[in-house]
Each structure stands twice: as C-alpha cells, then as structure tokens.
C-alpha cells in the first residue's frame, strides 16, 4: 500500500532553517510528480512546493519562493523540502502528497521566539 512519512519538523526561531523529508513506499516513485502542502490553524491548506518526476522541474508558492527548495532523490524515494529564512508565518502543519492521490500524515512546523 501507498505510505508516505514526514519528518524533519520542530521548533525553529524565526530566520532559522529546517529541512523536511518524505519517505515514500508502496508506488513506483520515479513516476510521480511529488508535491508539499501545508495548513496553518484555522486556514485552508495551501500547495507550497511541486517537483517533478525526474526532479528537472520545480514550482513554489510565492510565499516561499526564493526561501524553500524543494528535491528529490529517486534512488531512495524520498522528497525534501529545505526550508531558509523561516517566518513565524510559515507555522503550520506540512504534508508529502503523491499525485496518485495520497498524503502523508503530516508534520508540525513552529517559527517562534
């Protein structure tokens, strides 16, 4: 079956960085565009990154673009998501999501002093 696991979340200080990985499981990975989302409480979840199948083509959220980098590596099935310059805004709970219609379970972001 199709598993994908975040990790990498935590606390950060604003302008701190931290790096996201997704461990992906269950599907031929190299296939699939591979995406980030994210939800911060009380609002809609937003797309913030898209990679695709090779790696040779990228998409960012304007809100993160130039800040957050995101890759992956198709001999270990996993995607990553590097994150710089943090904001307190960038709070939220962010998601590994697969174009074949699977999300992770998510992992918690908190930018604070």
């Known amino acids: 079956q199709v598993q994908l696991v975040e990790s990498g979340g935590g606390l950060v200080q604003p302008g701190g960085s931290l790096r996201l990985s997704c461990a992906a499981s269950?599907?031929?990975?190299?296939?699939?565009?591979m995406r980030w989302y994210r939800q911060a409480p009380g609002k809609e979840r937003e797309l913030v990154a898209t990679?695709?199948?090779?790696?040779?083509?990228?998409n960012y959220a304007d809100s993160v673009k130039g800040r957050f980098t995101i890759s992956r590596d198709n001999a270990k099935n996993t995607v990553s998501l590097q994150m710089n310059s943090l904001k307190p805004e960038d709070t939220a709970v962010y998601y590994c999501?697969?174009?074949?219609?699977?999300w992770g379970q998510g992992t918690q972001v908190t930018v604070s002093s």
């Open positions: 990679i695709s199948t090779h790696g040779t083509a990228t």
């Open positions: 999501y697969v174009t074949l219609g699977y």
């Open positions: 269950g599907f031929t990975f190299s296939m699939y565009i």
